[in-house]
């Protein structure tokens, strides 16, 4: 795979030829299809930006909202987490994620709040060191002066392959309080289709870091594979899995996950005639997405664009889309790197302007709350 003209955010310094085995070129509009009694969201969706919640954030990456409405966002490069009042914009360092080696689109990437933390106060953090990358879970101490908050990381999993590109990285808990990850092939291509390997997957682990139960390949974490880069992970409302994924030089991809699924990476980028390989619910060409978060509200999915600056909505009835996708946001508030829901219209909002492939503006990075239909 020739790296240097690969990126995973789409702004690289060129793109290579398309991987064998890529779909024909067709607009992203998938055929409608549903479960029994489920009805679609209006074809039309809107999204008004309410106010702009905080300022000043440097290289934001991930975002876990609070019990009591605060906001935790990481800063790749810095490593570090802060807590942002929601009603002011107070921003408080906790500290420092010892370990983060931050290099290229690797550092401190995806955070999660452990599904006890009511009573562990654990945060868990999904991070590039010196040799890999890993999952570790750290004590939210707020008892304790600014900026040493943080107690040292408990490694839950480790072993993830690092690259300077493709380093996947968001983490969630999902309905069955499981922890899900998702990663990248590190540049490595052949990574995605090996099921050894933790490059290219979504991983599915208990909070402890061990296989979760009835995951599809016995002794494995592995949940799904065959993946490039996968940069965001959203449950609906009937508990279905939904993942971003980046593209290479055709298209970018929201797929509905299968447990045991090959999405096809290298050998189908977007949809393939291939039967072996899950097609995704809809695909982009990579200069309108490199998506990265995502998040479900209103019954539609909600995609952050990276190159693509904009905000995508893609309206589901089941696991297929049943309208075309629509962008919100065109090029407003540059690159957009997560979407986390703020609970029913509301959505929260990072801009990705500082991360080195942006174009900063002043106040950049920020944080915004949508209202969403």
């Known amino acids: 795979m020739v790296t240097a003209g690969c990126s995973a955010d789409g702004n690289g310094p060129g793109r290579t030829a398309p991987a064998s085995g890529s779909a024909a070129p067709h607009p992203s509009s998938p055929a409608a299809s549903a479960s029994p009694g489920e009805s679609a969201p209006p074809a039309k969706g809107t999204v008004k930006v309410l106010r702009t919640v ?47 080696a931050a290099a290229g689109e690797g550092g401190l990437l995806g955070i999660a709040l452990s599904p006890d933390y009511a009573s562990d ?10 040799s890999d990358n890993r999952i570790a879970r750290v004590l939210y101490d707020d008892k304790r002066p600014e900026g040493e908050q943080l107690g040292a990381p408990d490694t839950v999993f480790k072993g993830i392959p690092k690259g300077i590109i493709h380093n996947g990285g968001r983490i969630a808990f999902g309905p069955d309080r499981m922890l899900y990850a998702g990663t990248g092939e590190s540049g490595e291509r052949g990574l995605a289709q090996d099921k050894e390997s933790l490059g290219g997957k979504i991983l599915r682990l208990t909070p402890e870091g061990e296989p979760a139960p009835g995951n599809p390949f016995p002794d494995s974490p592995v949940y799904s594979y065959g993946h490039r880069n996968v940069q965001g992970l959203a449950w609906d409302d009937r508990q279905r899995l939904f993942a971003s994924e980046f593209g290479q030089d055709t298209w970018d991809e929201l797929n509905a996950i299968k447990p045991g699924g090959d999405y096809g990476w290298p050998d189908a980028e977007g949809r393939s005639g291939n039967p072996a390989y899950v097609n995704p619910v809809a695909q982009w060409h990579t200069d309108e997405a490199s998506p990265s978060g995502v998040a479900w509200a209103k019954g539609s999915m909600w995609m952050a664009g990276l190159k693509g600056q904009r905000l995508w909505r893609i309206p589901l009835k089941g696991t297929r889309a049943s309208a075309a996708p629509q962008a919100f946001l065109r090029g407003e508030y540059g690159r957009l790197r997560t979407v986390v829901p703020a609970g029913g219209d509301r959505l929260w909002v990072v801009t990705s302007n500082t991360d080195g492939r942006g174009e900063p503006k002043n106040g950049d990075d920020r944080i915004l709350e949508l209202r969403v239909s």
């Open 54 to 100: 905080a300022t000043g954030l440097d290289s934001p990456w991930g975002l876990a909202p609070l019990p009591d409405g605060d906001l935790l966002v990481s800063s790749r490069d810095q490593g570090t987490i802060t807590r942002v009042d929601p009603e002011t914009g107070t921003k408080t360092e906790l500290g420092e994620v010892s370990g983060v």
């Open 121 to 130: 106060h654990m945060i868990y953090a999904y991070f590039t060191s010196a």
